[in-house]
């Protein structure tokens, strides 16, 4: 079922700034109007959109004579992961949740730095230039259009509520369908909703858990999985949007235990970034913690690659250029660290 909504309406939101581009047609045209990257079209959502994809840095991998879990078991991981790809690819995925438009904004931005040399502002960033430069890097600005569609442009400033109602939705009583009971539906029953917010797509799913082997419903999760299995891809970054300091997630609940223990070290590494820039993030999570089975975890198992998520800030005490400064801050960091080690060196992921 496909049911029409207009944009979640806020009374007295603060105007965006002129490079925070985060509709979907404007997310559409930056993406086709790259120069010197690559743009694609993955698949088209249930409300008509198209979910997009910009790659910079050479060719796709040639393929390997197996799926990455075929190869897992082979002791060869070269039977999926080709000893041809010169560059680790990078798989940048924004926009899940069509509400949180922080990332959304940071892949626009992201995507006119790398293809002419400035963002959307204008401004150079050369050290995360330099860096993006050593990578295959594929950035899908926003997964989930038809969200993004229906929501406002950001949500600094509101309240919890305002801030509960706009991403998770309305039921038809008026009251807030709220976090985690949001999550209880697949789909979510669209005929008893005020409004959807801007977890799910067009048709109620929630594109973030949609993962169940044998039973993966969306189109939107689909491409992303096939895209991670086919880019080869050694750390995919998922990028959300909370209420507080920014944050890299815990790692899943099923998680190869490198992938564990990269991730922890992540966590320290994002947050020392954003506290030495002064963007005040959230605090880091205990070794012990763990976050449930999400698109985090299916696309590790498409590609064996590192896949954790970061949570950027969504509220008012960060402003729009903090909020761009995170998502760029967070990124150098990963970048970075990958050119000192692999992301995910596949003959050692069962290790501690």
Same mark, same amino acid.
């Given at each position: 079922?496909?049911?029409?909504?207009?944009?979640?309406?806020?009374?007295?939101?603060?105007?965006?700034?002129?490079?925070?581009?985060?509709?979907?047609? &404007?997310?559409?045209? *930056?993406?086709?109007?790259?120069?010197?990257?690559?743009?694609? *079209?993955?698949?088209?959502?249930?409300?008509?959109y %198209?979910?997009?994809?910009?790659? !910079?840095?050479g &060719? @796709?991998?040639?393929?390997?004579?197996?799926?990455?879990?075929?190869?897992?078991?082979?002791?060869? %991981?070269?039977?999926?992961?080709?000893?041809?790809?010169? @560059? =680790?690819? +990078?798989?940048?995925?924004c926009?899940?949740?069509?509400? &949180?438009?922080?990332?959304?904004?940071?892949?626009?931005n #992201?995507?006119?730095?790398?293809?002419?040399?400035?963002?959307?502002r204008?401004?150079?960033?050369?050290?995360?230039?330099?860096?993006? $430069?050593?990578?295959?890097?594929?950035?899908l600005?926003?997964?989930?259009?038809?969200?993004?569609?229906?929501?406002?442009?950001?949500?600094?400033?509101?309240?919890?509520e305002?801030?509960?109602? $706009?991403?998770q939705?309305?039921?038809?009583?008026?009251?807030? *369908?709220?976090y985690?009971?949001?999550?209880?539906?697949? %789909?979510?029953?669209?005929?008893?909703?005020?409004?959807?917010?801007?977890?799910?797509?067009a048709?109620?799913?929630?594109?973030?858990?949609? *993962?169940?082997?044998?039973? +993966?419903?969306?189109?939107?999760?689909?491409?992303?999985?096939?895209?991670?299995?086919?880019? =080869?891809?050694?750390?995919?970054?998922?990028?959300?949007?909370?209420?507080?300091? $920014?944050? +890299? /997630?815990?790692?899943?609940?099923?998680?190869?235990?490198?992938?564990?223990?990269?991730?922890?070290?992540? =966590?320290?590494?994002?947050?020392?970034?954003?506290?030495?820039?002064? /963007?005040?993030?959230?605090?880091?999570?205990?070794?012990?913690? @763990?976050?449930?089975?999400? #698109?985090?975890?299916?696309?590790?198992?498409?590609?064996?690659?590192?896949?954790?998520? #970061?949570?950027?800030?969504?509220?008012?005490?960060?402003? !729009?250029?903090?909020?761009?400064?995170? !998502?760029?801050?967070?990124?150098? +960091?990963?970048?970075?660290?990958?050119?000192?080690?692999?992301?995910?060196?596949?003959?050692?992921?069962?290790?501690?």
């Amino acid at each position: 079922m496909v049911r029409r909504f207009e944009r979640y309406a806020i009374a007295g939101l603060a105007e965006r700034p002129e490079w925070w581009l985060v509709r979907p047609r &404007e997310i559409e045209s *930056i993406s086709r109007g790259v120069r010197r990257g690559g743009c694609s *079209i993955l698949a088209e959502t249930p409300g008509g959109y %198209p979910v997009v994809a910009v790659a !910079f840095g050479g &060719e @796709r991998p040639a393929p390997g004579t197996a799926t990455w879990a075929s190869a897992s078991n082979s002791r060869n %991981p070269e039977a999926y992961r080709t000893g041809r790809a010169e @560059r =680790q690819a +990078v798989v940048l995925v924004c926009g899940v949740h069509g509400a &949180e438009a922080e990332a959304v904004a940071g892949a626009g931005n #992201l995507i006119r730095l790398l293809d002419g040399g400035r963002d959307l502002r204008g401004e150079e960033r050369p050290r995360l230039a330099e860096l993006a $430069a050593q990578y295959r890097i594929v950035v899908l600005p926003c997964v989930n259009m038809d969200g993004r569609a229906v929501s406002p442009d950001h949500l600094r400033g509101v309240s919890e509520e305002e801030f509960r109602r $706009a991403s998770q939705g309305v039921w038809e009583d008026g009251s807030p *369908i709220g976090y985690p009971g949001c999550k209880e539906y697949a %789909p979510l029953p669209l005929e008893k909703v005020m409004h959807p917010g801007g977890y799910p797509n067009a048709a109620g799913y929630n594109i973030m858990h949609d *993962i169940c082997p044998g039973d +993966v419903r969306t189109r939107e999760a689909e491409a992303v999985l096939r895209l991670v299995a086919d880019e =080869q891809a050694d750390l995919i970054l998922h990028m959300h949007s909370h209420g507080t300091g $920014a944050v +890299v /997630l815990p790692p899943p609940a099923l998680a190869y235990p490198l992938h564990v223990s990269r991730i922890h070290r992540y =966590q320290r590494l994002v947050f020392d970034a954003l506290e030495d820039a002064e /963007l005040r993030p959230g605090p880091v999570h205990g070794p012990e913690a @763990r976050t449930g089975i999400n #698109l985090t975890t299916g696309t590790a198992m498409a590609s064996g690659g590192l896949s954790p998520c #970061l949570e950027q800030p969504a509220a008012a005490d960060w402003s !729009f250029e903090e909020m761009l400064e995170t !998502f760029y801050a967070a990124l150098e +960091v990963f970048l970075a660290e990958g050119t000192e080690e692999p992301f995910s060196p596949r003959h050692r992921i069962y290790e501690e």
